[in-house]
Structures are given as C-alpha cells and as structure tokens.
C-alpha cells in the first residue's frame, strides 16, 4: 500500500512537448520505492472543477545502475497546443485492476510556449 499521494506542481509550455519522470515511493523520506508489479500507470489532466481535459500518456523506463524503475509522464506538443493559458489540476495513478493508487497530484499552470502547427 502507497502513502498519500505526494504534491508536486509543475508548468507546461503551450506547444510544447511535456515530459518528465516521476519515481513512486511508498514513504514519505523516498526510501522505500513502490512495488510496481503488475501495476499500470495513468494521469489526467483536469481543469479545477475536475472536468476531464486531456490523458498524460504514461510507461515504465526500466531501472539503470543510477536510477530505480521510474515512470515516464509525457503529453506531446499536439495536445499542449490546445491547452489555455491558466491553471490545471493533474493525477498520476497506479491501477491493478482491482483498485487504483494515487502515486502524485497537483496543479499545471499552463503558459505560453511555442507555436505548434
């Protein structure tokens, strides 16, 4: 079982490429990392009534000799560009298929960015 989804805020430019990695721990010091068995990634973007905006595409990068099992957290620049420029609320979850697990959540303030065509 997770701890309580951690805080984090975060920008994106508009008509640009959003990327980041995200490791899920199941503490609040980060020592102890969350058993990501069989376990898929997911995250939403949402304005601040909740209404669902746009998915966060998500998927595992294998852990390296400096880095554990980690979650890639992207939006391509496609769906950037159709975004306003204020403040969002966002989710990252981890489903079994019995329950889902909120690893991270939090506000995305949108601002300008690039022109995408």
């Not at 975060?10 to 058993?35: C, M, N, P, S, W």
């Not at 390296?64 to 939006?75: C, D, F, G, N, Y």
């Not at 959540?105 to 949108?110: L, R, V």
């Amino acid at each position: 079982m997770s701890s309580p989804a951690t805080i984090w805020n975060d920008e994106i430019d508009i008509g640009a490429t959003f990327y980041r990695e995200v490791i899920a721990y199941d503490d609040k010091a980060h020592t102890q990392l969350t058993d990501l068995t069989n376990k898929l990634p997911r995250a939403t973007l949402m304005d601040q009534s909740g209404k669902f905006i746009a998915n966060f595409a998500c998927a595992y990068l294998e852990a390296t000799e400096a880095l554990p099992k980690r979650i890639a957290w992207t939006m391509p620049r496609a769906t950037t560009a159709l975004l306003s420029v204020k403040k969002y609320i966002y989710s990252i979850d981890l489903d079994n298929g019995d329950n889902s697990d909120r690893i991270q959540k939090g506000s995305i303030t949108a601002g300008i960015g690039q022109k995408y065509e």
